[in-house]
């Protein structure tokens, strides 16, 4: 049942994961920083501006955007893990049928 809830969490952070770097893209570029990487994964992965690129530069404070990006990140981890306890309390006992 262990292996379920592991296979259930590794599945909604891939999507929420998703979910969250199609926001980052879609919100943060071109309003807190500027950058050359252009793609949803691209954009939601640190450094977000490389240093020795031109044209790539912070528009609000670099630690307002890590912040953010952490409140984000905490999302991606936390929101899956509350689903899959979730959905396990919710089928625990057809799951102990199937599995026993």
Do not use: Q
């Not at 020795?52 to 991606?76: H, M, N, Q």
């Not at 899959?84 to 625990?92: G, I, P």
């Amino acid at each position: 049942m262990k292996l379920v809830a592991v296979f259930i969490y590794v599945f909604l952070f891939a999507v929420c994961f998703l979910v969250l770097a199609l926001i980052w893209h879609w919100r943060m570029p071109g309003v807190y920083f500027m950058n050359r990487d252009a793609g949803p994964i691209a954009d939601f992965l640190p450094p977000f501006v490389h240093p020795d690129a031109s044209g790539e530069f912070f528009i609000r404070p670099k630690e307002v955007v890590y912040t953010i990006w952490a409140v984000f990140l905490g999302c991606a981890l936390v929101i899956p893990g509350v689903c899959s306890w979730l959905l396990m309390r919710m089928y625990e006992r057809a799951l102990k049928k199937a599995w026993m």
